[in-house]
């Protein structure tokens, strides 16, 4: 049996890498999944998210699909309540990360800006409010995002600040929540090969490659192991924290 036998789990971007892979490592748990596309650096289409369909389905999991913007609060409340009552309840949630092109400070358009947080910050905060209701006690949310939600990277300044008020808000539902023992917490990969590959405007690298441990790139699959271990009740007692998967490049 697996360790989310019986749950109930939101998963957003789950169209495209890494939340696909998310709404498939959870399944393979034993978890049932809400799965809701939300736009990102290129908007995933429905046929992506009729993929991460056939395969939770081919492993013999329960899933729904659910076309939603995580801009707009109405149509994703409406999207989990529907989805949620036909699973029969809401147990967690994982956010997938959003991608942003990168710019420089005097060179991001006012509207780069807006949308930025529009999709990084306010898309999670949309994202939790349409899911809390339908929440049951003892559940959990997994905000995944990037290692600029820990630290400055050179043209990110608009990501980072994103994902910094993301962190903010991740500690302040987690003691908000802790009555309905609902744990609260982000998880924080370094770049791999499709941000690296991100070219920055003077040339360098997005992401800073030089990790601790040494390893080329961190692997989807590397995160999904967090999210599952976070979303499992064998993380019962954390709550609040912001975990990097990331090498040591962020705690060096």
Known sequence: MGRLQGKVVLVTGAGRVPGRGFAIRLAQEGAAAIAVDHDAFEPACPADLSSTVAVVESLGGRIVAREADVRDAAALAEAVATAAQRLGGLDAVVTGPVVTAPGSVDGIADDVWRGTLDRVLTGVWN??????????????????????????????????????????????????????????????????????????????????????????????????????????????????????????????
């Not at 995002?145 to 539902?173: C, I, N, P, T, W």
């Not at 924080?188 to 040339?203: D, F, M």
């Not at 390893?215 to 976070?230: K, N, Q």
Request: proline residues 8%; glycine residues 10%; charged residues 15%.
């Open 127 to 252: 994202t939790c409010r349409a899911a809390l209701p339908h929440m049951s006690d003892g559940g959990s949310i997994t905000v995944v995002g990037s290692a600029a939600g820990l630290r400055g990277f050179a043209h990110l300044a608009h990501h980072a600040a994103a994902e910094h008020g993301v962190v903010g808000m991740v500690r302040a539902m987690a003691h908000e929540l802790a009555p309905r023992s609902i744990r609260v917490n982000s998880v924080h990969p370094a770049g791999g090969p499709a941000a690296a590959a991100i070219p920055a405007p003077t040339g360098s690298l997005v992401f800073d490659p030089e990790a601790e441990v040494p390893h080329p790139f961190i692997d989807t699959t590397d995160v999904s192991e967090t999210v599952v271990y976070l979303t499992s009740d064998d993380a019962r007692l954390l709550t609040g924290l912001t975990v990097p998967v990331d090498a040591g490049l962020v705690s060096r």
